[in-house]
């Protein structure tokens, strides 16, 4: 049973435009929210996570939003660039000891020069 | 900078092959984890080690099982190759237990059984 769904699986976005990925989840207990970004060929590699204590979260040009009272949490890219095409996974986790990753199935975003 | 090396990219077997997928990572992580990866199912966890001679099964391990002899290398075992075991497969490292400490992952096996 897939504990966390993502959407939309595929996303096309012209460059300078708000890409957005959401996410929800079911179990919560979760309470560390992270997303990994991937590129062709390469391992996935943490992007920017949240905990539940906090609404948004910003690095850059990326936020997570997180509602807790909704069990849903997004990421936007601000100003998209063709740099930014990749796989996001959303994915889920315990923030104590001992804990693993619950991924959600992965959005594939490709910006438009 | 953490690396994390699968012993292969691309790798063919045949159905009924016992089949070695192998990972070493190089900053003495304690954690190591095995996903495969299918398009529109994301990662899923087949099995993580916590130390070594340690394991425990994640969320599909059936065809599956690990061996953690040293606390570098993690290797996947495919006891006797199907044709749905045909995927992408990572390996991660993780340095503590601790949920909110990033996964670092290898650039995969594409593993092909024919």
């Known amino acids: 049973q897939q504990q966390v769904k993502q959407s939309p699986q595929s996303l096309i976005v012209q460059k300078g435009g708000i890409s957005i990925i959401n996410c929800a989840y079911e179990?919560?207990?979760?309470?560390?929210f992270p997303w990994y970004q991937q590129f062709p060929g390469k391992g996935p590699a943490l992007l920017i996570a949240?905990?539940?204590?906090?609404s948004e979260k910003k690095e850059g040009r990326f936020t997570i939003s997180f509602n807790k009272s909704a069990k849903q949490f997004s990421l936007h890219i601000m100003d998209s660039q063709p740099g930014d095409s990749a796989t996001y996974f959303c994915?889920?986790?315990?923030?104590?000891?001992?804990?693993?990753?619950?991924f959600g199935e992965g959005t594939q975003l490709t910006v438009n020069p | 900078d953490v690396k994390v090396t699968q012993s292969s990219r691309y790798l063919v077997k045949r159905t009924g092959e016992k089949v070695f997928l192998e990972c070493v990572q190089d900053?003495?992580?304690?954690?190591m984890f095995w996903y495969r990866q299918d398009p529109g199912l994301g990662l899923r966890l087949i099995y993580f080690?916590?130390?070594?001679?340690?394991?425990e099964k994640g969320d599909i391990p059936e065809g599956y099982s690990v061996s953690r002899e040293k606390k570098e290398r993690f290797s996947l075992i495919l006891e006797s190759a199907s044709t749905n075991q045909t995927s992408m497969y990572l390996c991660?490292?993780?340095?503590?237990?601790?949920?909110?400490?990033?996964?670092?992952f290898g650039d995969g096996t594409r593993l092909s059984i024919l």
């Open positions: 949240i905990r539940p204590d906090v």
């Open positions: 991660a490292s993780r340095q503590g237990a601790r949920g909110n400490q990033p996964q670092h």
């Open positions: 080690s916590y130390d070594v001679k340690m394991k």
């Open positions: 900053m003495d992580h304690e954690n």
């Open positions: 179990n919560t207990a979760f309470d560390y």
């Open positions: 994915a889920a986790s315990y923030f104590t000891s001992g804990s693993r990753l619950t």
